[in-house]
């Protein structure tokens, strides 16, 4: 679909977040990215917008390992509840899978 909307004048791309990503090793909970997950995604986006639009470079390899948020500092977040003006209730929860707090 992506070649299909791509025009000369209004160019599309499609940055491969996944192709570097593995679930298990880079999310908290298998859906939401730990701190390694998000330094790959964000590299997939600095990839395209160097090599579609020659803005900037694409990110250095071999990545970084980023060391994990300590547990505790991840209790302490889930024990003062959502930020203001968050939502939450069933809404919310009805398409997480996995844990949720």
């Known amino acids: 679909m992506v070649k299909e909307l791509s025009t000369e ?3 599309l791309y499609v940055a491969e977040t ?3 990503f593995v679930a298990e090793k880079h999310t908290w909970d298998g859906t ?6 998000e330094i790959r995604i964000a590299a997939a986006f600095a990839d395209i917008v160097a090599s579609g639009f020659g803005i900037g470079a694409a990110y250095p390899r071999p990545y ?7 547990e ?16 939450e209730g069933p ?11």
């Open 9 to 11: 004048q209004s160019p």
């Open 18 to 20: 996944a192709a570097e």
């Open 32 to 37: 939401h990215p730990n701190p390694n997950g």
């Open 64 to 70: 970084r390992d980023i060391a994990q948020v300590a």
């Open 72 to 87: 505790e500092a991840i209790g302490l977040v889930r024990a003062r509840g959502p930020p203001p003006g968050s939502v």
């Open 91 to 101: 809404a919310l929860r009805s398409g997480v899978r996995g844990r949720v707090s």
